[in-house]
T-cell receptor
Framework: EAGVAQSPRYKIIEKRQSVAFWCNPISGHATLYWYQQILGQGPKLLIQFQNNGVVDDSQLPKDRFSAERLKGVDSTLKIQPAKLEDSAVYLC????????????FGEGSWLTVV | GEDVEQSLFLSVREGDSSVINCTYTDSSSTYLYWYKQEPGAGLQLLTYIFSNMDMKQDQRLTVLLNKKDKHLSLRIADTQTGDSAIYFCAENQAGTALIFGKGTTLSVSS
């Protein structure tokens, strides 16, 4: 079974530029999550989707971050404009349905803002 | 609010047992998890325990849960150099996102 796919793996941008990350969850997984992991910390939820609807985006900095999952499968996370403090690993995860307790993570997209 | 605390570092010798500890504050947590993260990699689910259980064993891994004290531990028997990684404790209620600790870096020396 293919895992959660993310791209790009690595990205370096200058502050105030924009960046987009893509995620393709495990086939059949209805729930998709984006987490932000700053170096030395645990991952923190940015947004949770159920199919193509948003379940929780309370911690998403909406002035600069946006995410969509238009067809309920793959998802894009965008940052515009980027700040230095956005340097982090952006992890996508998926689960079969919200009530399932097995959540699978991709390898992450590493962002450095200079 | 919810919080998950872990000690930051643990150093053991190969062949010894490792015990990584975690405390959490949300008494309504339904599931508690241990994830492993190797350098440059994503998070790998190691094991999880339902909150009405006290213990779960899976090969070299033993999870102990003290719900009264909100304390979770992960014991790795016969620790190997390949076990060197960051271990994250996490909790959630069914259907909600995971809340993670800051991670414990396990260093295994030969």
């Amino acid at each position: 079974e293919a895992g959660v796919a993310q791209s790009p793996r690595y990205k370096i941008i200058e502050k105030r530029q924009s960046v987009a990350f893509w995620c393709n969850p495990i086939s059949g997984h209805a729930t998709l999550y984006w987490y932000q992991q700053i170096l030395g910390q645990g991952p923190k939820l940015l947004i949770q989707f159920q199919n193509n609807g948003v379940v929780d985006d309370s911690q998403l900095p909406k002035d600069r971050f946006s995410a969509e999952r238009l067809k309920g499968v793959d998802s894009t996370l965008k940052i515009q404009p980027a700040k230095l403090e956005d340097s982090a690993v952006y992890l996508c995860a998926s689960s079969q349905e919200p009530m399932r307790n097995t959540i699978y993570f991709g390898e992450g997209s590493w962002l450095t803002v200079v | 609010g919810e919080d998950v605390e872990q000690s930051l570092f643990l150093s053991v010798r190969e062949g010894d047992s490792s015990v990584i500890n975690c405390t959490y504050t949300d008494s309504s947590s339904t599931y508690l998890y241990w994830y492993k993260q190797e350098p440059g990699a994503g998070l790998q689910l190691l094991t999880y325990i339902f909150s009405n259980m006290d213990m779960k064993q899976d090969q070299r891994l033993t999870v102990l849960l003290n719900k009264k004290d909100k304390h979770l531990s992960l014991r790795i028997a016969d620790t190997q150099t390949g076990d060197s990684a960051i271990y994250f404790c996490a909790e959630n209620q069914a259907g909600t996102a995971l809340i993670f600790g800051k991670g414990t870096t396990l260093s295994v020396s030969s």
